[in-house]
């Protein structure tokens, strides 16, 4: 099972982490302090005290103290995990250090195992090791390595001289990361009085502080001296009122926080309006309540409220549980929520620019992450990048350049006669009343007042996984002209364009290609003024997986003859990075950086578009913002001596400098994870029957496992399935009632979305009869082992 799955939330298991503004502050000290307060004002209770990872001699760790001055209480129970003799930095202490995952997973048992242990309230106080980011055993900084965790923290304030910057320091990186930081300790220091200064800078963000006198100094060779002048010391300290309020009012938070969960699906459904849901019968138990998320996971309220169901976890102590994010948070998550890289990268440039107006000026992280998208995607064709803030409005613009593109060079007039775009069925660019009318009517946008489809959708065979065999499912209409089903060794050979492109398939498509546009343009008169396509796989329309030899055809097709679209000599392109026949789109919002397993979805094509839209991954999940790369040749249709000639659309965050810094890390990261081999052993997995791709043959590949895949191919209510990239998609016998509204998948997102047998959940989403599981591009390979048996049994098999 995944270690890294998330935070601890019990009713009757209160936990707080000890966090130290810096080393030699009192940490241990104020732990000793909150157990015996603990044990004094709530007797009932028991403490626990949880230090991780310890380094010194054993006879001053941190558990021993604890527990020899609260000796007298054996309701305060004391342990160290890893103890390690060295007096120096943990990362430097250990040879072999076990994993992040691994210690986690070690924490999160003993804390289980903690809350099995009373049925009455307790309190863990898990003290860490140093300053916030002091190094781990594996050298993560501390404040990253028990993020998943998200325990309420205490933090120990530094009492020494620099010890106001160290200590606001160290909140603003909890704080960062997403910890609740509910109390402030220090000791009072008569010369230095930082305590003054940060009792009033903590009181104005809610959080208490409580200042205590320090410890008596030590006396030398005077060991039962110093023991008896400490434990008059604590036994004073633990009586104050200071301490006592600050441990109600902790309480008084923990109960705050757990009924606040449990009523937010309640007023939700009262106050929210969701996207893409019918809301007349929808009920609270419905709506998943998300209280913080971590890596592949969200953490959600627990709302079985049936002990029997989570006997393993303690029943309905258990508030959060852990749910894998299986639609990617709408297909934007790709380097793990609460990614701290990106998190920085949005604090840095939240910290220098907040959000400045892009027209005519420029900021470093607009430039920057232009310059690396042109030389990231760009075979040489594209050259400009326009930033709008989410994919519906990217491809709106993208759209709005195709259009006067065309119009400039067959100098066509639009008051006469409007142009549509040519595009594939199930296409789906956006909710934004200009994209919806580049669709064919459906179940988006057929009931939109003022839509009205333009243009021509090709309908297109589809690939998947039949019985073990890869199968290119060619549409009952279109057989006459394409012939039927056509079987493939391979998925790397559906993408061996260049020999499949001479094939009898493949003359076959630009037959039929070709004479589709002849009848459109020709017999039927209509003008069209742009090819619009999702590379690949067309998400919202049914996760469609098109044959990319059909798509490739298109694009040739389109490309090879302009004189379809305008008699006129002027059609002929310039130069090779001009288009011609029609402006291509390319809308890879979904499909882009690294989610079908390549930084771009055209480069299965073949094909490099004139118009380029990226969104979604593109911030790696943080924040929206969308980038609509264009050709030199689409731009140079709007240069002009009149305003009205220029591209005249805009948002006001256009070019928002916190999502650039932001996207330009999230591009870089997934580069480095290519470069480096990150996703080396899923390639070896779908490499042909004989090893190694072919010389020169770009490699097709899923995190989901071959054989996986293979396996589900089998089971007797899926009708196909695929995977490519973090992608696998599952298409259920549905007969009849197959598409967007069909609930053929209500059993399988049920099945998915609560178990009791299992420690976690998935939130998982489906489109029509097709079920799809999303991981992120830094999921984990036991986690996708996991996930593939949970599937397996979600289908019955």
């Given at each position: 099972m995944p270690a890294l799955l998330g935070s601890h939330l019990s009713r009757t298991l209160r936990a707080f982490q000890i966090y130290g503004a810096n080393t030699n502050v009192g940490k241990t000290i104020f732990s000793t302090i909150l157990a015996k307060a603990s044990r004094r004002h709530f007797p009932a209770e028991t403490v626990f005290y949880l230090k991780p990872v310890?380094?010194?001699?054993?006879?001053?760790?941190?558990?021993?103290?604890?527990?020899?001055?609260?000796?007298?209480?054996?309701?305060?129970?004391?342990?160290c995990l890893l103890q390690y003799r060295d007096p120096v930095s943990p990362h430097l202490v250990a040879v072999e250090p076990p994993s992040d995952e691994s210690l986690l997973a070690t924490i999160r048992q003993r804390i289980a195992t903690y809350g099995c242990r009373t049925t009455t309230p307790s309190t863990l106080l898990l003290e860490t090791a140093g300053g916030v980011h002091s190094p781990t055993l594996s050298g993560t900084s501390q404040a990253d390595?028990?993020?998943?965790?998200?325990?309420?923290?205490?933090?120990?304030?530094?009492?020494?001289?620099?010890?106001?910057?160290?200590?606001?320091?160290?909140?603003?990186?909890?704080?960062?990361?997403?910890?609740?930081?509910?109390?402030?300790?220090?000791?009072?220091?008569?010369?230095?009085?930082?305590?003054?200064?940060?009792?009033?800078y903590f009181a104005k963000r809610g959080i208490r502080t409580v200042v205590l006198p320090p410890p008596p100094e030590r006396v030398v060779g005077g060991v039962e001296r110093d023991r008896e002048a400490m434990r008059e010391y604590y036994e004073t300290q633990c009586a104050d009122e200071g301490v006592r309020d600050m441990l109600v009012e902790l309480e008084s938070r923990h109960a705050r926080r757990i009924d606040k969960l449990a009523t937010m699906a309640d007023e939700a459904v009262s106050t929210i309006w969701y996207p893409f849901t019918q809301h007349q019968h929808l009920t609270a138990?419905?709506?998943?309540?998300?209280?913080?998320?971590?890596?592949?996971?969200?953490?959600?309220?627990?709302?079985?409220?049936?002990?029997?169901?989570?006997?393993?976890?303690?029943?309905?102590?258990?508030?959060?549980?852990?749910?894998?994010?299986?639609?990617?948070?709408?297909?934007?998550?790709?380097?793990?929520?609460?990614?701290?890289?990106?998190?920085l990268a949005a604090a840095y440039a939240a910290g220098r620019y907040g959000h400045v107006m892009f027209a005519n000026a420029i900021h470093e992280p607009g430039l920057e992450l232009?310059?690396?998208?042109?030389?990231?995607?760009?075979?040489?064709?594209?050259?400009?990048?326009?930033?709008?803030?989410?994919?519906?409005?990217?491809?709106?613009?993208?759209?709005?350049?195709?259009?006067?593109?065309?119009?400039?060079?067959?100098?066509?007039?639009?008051?006469?006669?409007?142009?549509?775009?040519?595009?594939?069925?199930?296409?789906?660019?956006?909710?934004?009343?200009?994209?919806?009318?580049?669709?064919?009517?459906?179940?988006?946008?057929?009931?939109?007042?003022?839509?009205?489809?333009?243009?021509?959708?090709?309908?297109f065979p589809k690939v998947g996984m039949k019985k073990g065999r890869w199968i290119i499912e060619v549409p009952?209409?279109?057989?006459?002209?394409?012939?039927?089903?056509?079987?493939?060794?391979?998925?790397?050979?559906?993408?061996?364009?260049?020999?499949?492109?001479?094939?009898?398939?493949?003359?076959?498509?630009?037959?039929?290609?070709?004479?589709?546009?002849?009848?459109?343009?020709?017999?039927e008169g209509r003008r069209f003024g742009a090819l619009i396509?999702?590379?690949?796989?067309?998400?919202?329309?049914?996760?469609?997986?098109?044959?990319?030899?059909?798509?490739?055809?298109?694009?040739?097709?389109?490309?090879?003859?302009?004189?379809?679209?305008?008699?006129?000599?002027?059609?002929?392109?310039?130069?090779?990075?001009?288009?011609?026949?029609?402006?291509?789109?390319?809308?890879?919002?979904?499909?882009?950086?690294?989610?079908?397993?390549?930084?771009?979805a055209a480069s299965f094509l073949q094909a490099e578009a004139d118009i380029s839209v990226h969104a979604k991954l593109l911030t790696g999940g943080l924040l929206p913002l969308c980038a609509t790369l264009a050709s030199e040749s689409v731009f140079g249709a709007f240069l002009g001596d009149e305003k009205k000639d220029a591209l005249l659309h805009g948002h006001s965050y256009t070019a928002h400098a916190v999502g650039c810094s932001v996207a330009r890390e999230s591009v870089r990261a997934l580069v480095r994870m290519?470069?480096?081999?990150?996703?080396?052993?899923?390639?070896?997995?779908?490499?042909?029957?004989?090893?190694?791709?072919?010389?020169?043959?770009?490699?097709?590949?899923?995190?989901?496992?071959?054989?996986?895949?293979?396996?589900?191919?089998?089971?007797?209510?899926?009708?196909?399935?695929?995977?490519?990239?973090?992608?696998?998609?599952?298409?259920?016998?549905?007969?009849?009632?197959?598409g967007y509204s069909s609930n053929a998948a209500q059993g399988f997102l049920q099945e998915m979305g609560s178990r009791a047998s299992r420690e976690w959940n998935v939130h998982a989403r489906a489109l029509g009869n097709v079920v799809y599981i999303m991981a992120s591009q830094t999921t984990g390979v036991k986690t996708i082992e996991v996930m593939q048996e949970e599937i397996v049994k979600a289908l019955g098999a």
């Amino acid at each position: 099972m995944p270690a890294l799955l998330g935070s601890h939330l019990s009713r009757t298991l209160r936990a707080f982490q000890i966090y130290g503004a810096n080393t030699n502050v009192g940490k241990t000290i104020f732990s000793t302090i909150l157990a015996k307060a603990s044990r004094r004002h709530f007797p009932a209770e028991t403490v626990f005290y949880l230090k991780p990872v310890s380094t010194g001699a054993p006879e001053d760790a941190d558990d021993g103290h604890v527990a020899r001055f609260t000796d007298a209480d054996a309701a305060v129970r004391a342990e160290c995990l890893l103890q390690y003799r060295d007096p120096v930095s943990p990362h430097l202490v250990a040879v072999e250090p076990p994993s992040d995952e691994s210690l986690l997973a070690t924490i999160r048992q003993r804390i289980a195992t903690y809350g099995c242990r009373t049925t009455t309230p307790s309190t863990l106080l898990l003290e860490t090791a140093g300053g916030v980011h002091s190094p781990t055993l594996s050298g993560t900084s501390q404040a990253d390595l028990y993020r998943p965790l998200r325990l309420p923290v205490l933090l120990v304030a530094d009492p020494r001289l620099g010890g106001i910057s160290a200590s606001i320091s160290a909140f603003e990186s909890l704080h960062m990361r997403g910890y609740d930081v509910e109390g402030v300790l220090l000791f009072g220091d008569a010369y230095y009085r930082n305590d003054g200064y940060l009792g009033e800078y903590f009181a104005k963000r809610g959080i208490r502080t409580v200042v205590l006198p320090p410890p008596p100094e030590r006396v030398v060779g005077g060991v039962e001296r110093d023991r008896e002048a400490m434990r008059e010391y604590y036994e004073t300290q633990c009586a104050d009122e200071g301490v006592r309020d600050m441990l109600v009012e902790l309480e008084s938070r923990h109960a705050r926080r757990i009924d606040k969960l449990a009523t937010m699906a309640d007023e939700a459904v009262s106050t929210i309006w969701y996207p893409f849901t019918q809301h007349q019968h929808l009920t609270a138990d419905a709506i998943t309540a998300i209280d913080s998320a971590h890596g592949d996971f969200f953490q959600t309220y627990n709302n079985t409220n049936t002990r029997a169901a989570n006997e393993k976890n303690k029943g309905d102590d258990v508030v959060l549980r852990p749910t894998f994010d299986g639609s990617g948070s709408w297909w934007t998550q790709g380097l793990g929520h609460a990614n701290p890289e990106l998190t920085l990268a949005a604090a840095y440039a939240a910290g220098r620019y907040g959000h400045v107006m892009f027209a005519n000026a420029i900021h470093e992280p607009g430039l920057e992450l232009a310059k690396t998208l042109l030389g990231s995607l760009s075979g040489g064709r594209l050259s400009r990048v326009f930033y709008s803030d989410n994919g519906s409005t990217g491809c709106e613009v993208a759209v709005k350049m195709g259009l006067r593109a065309s119009r400039a060079r067959y100098a066509w007039d639009h008051t006469q006669r409007e142009a549509g775009v040519i595009g594939l069925k199930g296409s789906y660019h956006g909710d934004t009343i200009g994209v919806m009318d580049c669709a064919e009517p459906g179940v988006y946008n057929s009931e939109v007042e003022w839509y009205r489809g333009r243009g021509h959708w090709f309908d297109f065979p589809k690939v998947g996984m039949k019985k073990g065999r890869w199968i290119i499912e060619v549409p009952e209409e279109m057989r006459d002209d394409l012939g039927q089903d056509v079987a493939m060794e391979s998925l790397a050979d559906i993408f061996d364009l260049q020999p499949r492109a001479n094939s009898e398939l493949g003359k076959k498509y630009q037959r039929y290609i070709l004479k589709t546009l002849e009848r459109l343009t020709q017999a039927e008169g209509r003008r069209f003024g742009a090819l619009i396509i999702e590379p690949l796989v067309l998400g919202a329309g049914g996760m469609l997986f098109s044959d990319p030899l059909f798509q490739h055809t298109l694009v040739a097709t389109v490309r090879a003859n302009p004189t379809l679209f305008s008699p006129a000599p002027t059609t002929a392109a310039p130069d090779a990075t001009s288009w011609s026949g029609l402006p291509v789109i390319f809308d890879e919002v979904f499909t882009g950086m690294y989610r079908l397993g390549r930084l771009s979805a055209a480069s299965f094509l073949q094909a490099e578009a004139d118009i380029s839209v990226h969104a979604k991954l593109l911030t790696g999940g943080l924040l929206p913002l969308c980038a609509t790369l264009a050709s030199e040749s689409v731009f140079g249709a709007f240069l002009g001596d009149e305003k009205k000639d220029a591209l005249l659309h805009g948002h006001s965050y256009t070019a928002h400098a916190v999502g650039c810094s932001v996207a330009r890390e999230s591009v870089r990261a997934l580069v480095r994870m290519d470069e480096r081999g990150e996703w080396e052993a899923a390639k070896r997995d779908w490499r042909r029957e004989k090893g190694e791709a072919r010389k020169g043959e770009a490699e097709v590949w899923s995190v989901w496992r071959r054989g996986f895949v293979e396996r589900v191919s089998f089971v007797a209510d899926v009708d196909s399935v695929w995977a490519l990239g973090s992608v696998l998609a599952v298409n259920l016998r549905a007969g009849d009632k197959a598409g967007y509204s069909s609930n053929a998948a209500q059993g399988f997102l049920q099945e998915m979305g609560s178990r009791a047998s299992r420690e976690w959940n998935v939130h998982a989403r489906a489109l029509g009869n097709v079920v799809y599981i999303m991981a992120s591009q830094t999921t984990g390979v036991k986690t996708i082992e996991v996930m593939q048996e949970e599937i397996v049994k979600a289908l019955g098999a």
